[in-house]
């Protein structure tokens, strides 16, 4: 009796886990899309929705300004914890957990800076738009769109999926008083950065190091098409086995902001593309609380972090996609397969 038991229990964890995967990480984000989508009036709709070819698909940025889309300050509770079902179905949990965290600092920049600003400081001041038609099979993509927190997301055919260009900041760096105080969102990239540039000998650092003084701010902005930057500091191959270990590290905390199943195919499209050919550089000083910057980029991407504002207490981190962001390469593809798509 126990043995037919534990058979059947078998086979019913098998069904499970077939009937998830055929359903895929597209279709869970197409549910998670259409849920929300399906909780709103038709006035919150028609902000919310766009065509996939629409130009506002790729009109994105990371500073306080007018947006399109619908913000979550429009929403009632349910629609809220529905556009946060669709946030948590694109990202991983620890991408879930900084993107979570980082707009909770927008109510500690309110507290800092009061409240007469032409845009408030608002944790819910986040806009989420829906481009083309979720479903299954379908071809379609979205966002999710604030101060120091965006994510673009292109998914063709159900199941090709896209999750760049995405963009993390915080202000402040580090809490430095209040209940609060301690708390770094983005401790990883700045911590293993700077183990990384101070672990290099003399020779080495002077490759890394390209310029003693970082630049104002990331080099790529919100451009809406990137090309490869120019190369500086050292490369993948100039580095021991524990510094490759840093540098795969930071690389892998930047892709895996998204969810495992994107994130897995960036990290194998980064592998074939050459780990050779990756470059390494720092530009600022190396210690805590001087401004710094780097920026590491390959052949197919480029990840740049920089914190140079506010005494060096406010950061900004992007990853872009040479061919993959928003999502153009698979659309090609979807295109060029199926001509009447457009």
């Known amino acids: ?49 766009y065509e996939l070819t629409s130009d506002e698909r790729k009109n994105w940025h990371f500073v306080p300004k007018e947006r399109n889309g619908l913000p979550l300050t429009n929403l009632n509770g349910a629609q809220k914890s529905l556009a946060h079902a669709l946030l948590a179905s694109s990202l991983s949990t620890r991408g879930y957990i900084k993107a979570s965290t980082i707009m909770s600092l927008e109510q500690i920049l309110q507290e800092m800076e009061g409240p007469s600003r032409r845009f408030p400081r608002d944790p819910e001041l986040y806009f989420v738009t829906v481009f083309g038609t979720p479903g299954e099979t379908n071809t379609w993509g979205w966002r999710w769109e604030g101060h120091h927190f965006a994510a673009n997301f292109t998914i063709a055919n159900g199941h090709e999926i896209s999750g760049s260009p995405t963009f993390m900041g915080t202000n402040p760096a580090e809490v430095r008083e209040g209940p609060r105080k301690g708390l770094r969102v983005l401790a990883v990239e700045e911590d293993t950065g700077r183990t990384l540039v101070k672990s290099l000998n003399d020779d080495l650092r002077k490759k890394a190091v390209f310029d003693t003084k970082a630049p104002a701010d990331i080099i790529t902005l919100a451009e809406k098409k990137v090309s490869a930057l120019k190369n500086v500091g050292v490369t993948y191959q100039q580095l021991n086995a524990e510094q490759q270990r840093l540098l795969l590290d930071l690389i892998r905390e930047y892709v895996n902001r998204v969810r495992p199943e994107i994130a897995n195919k960036d990290l194998a499209k980064i592998a074939a593309a050459g780990m050779e050919k990756i470059t390494f550089g720092w530009a600022g000083g190396l210690d805590m609380g001087q401004p710094h910057y780097y920026r590491i980029q390959g052949p197919t991407f480029v990840l740049e972090y920089d914190n140079t504002q506010n005494n060096a207490n406010h950061v900004h981190s992007a990853w872009r996609d040479f061919d993959g962001d928003f999502g153009d390469d698979i659309l090609s593809r979807h295109y060029a397969q199926t001509p009447h798509a457009k």
Do not use: C, V, Y
């Not at 229990?9 to 359903?23: D, K, P, V």
């Not at 984000?29 to 919150?44: G, I, K, T, V």
């Open 1 to 49: 009796m126990r043995s037919k038991l534990l058979l059947t229990f078998a086979f019913a964890i098998s069904l499970l886990a077939r009937t998830a995967s055929a359903h895929g990480p597209g279709g869970e984000m197409a549910d998670a899309a259409n849920n929300f989508l399906n909780s709103l009036n038709p006035e919150q709709k028609k902000k919310a929705t």
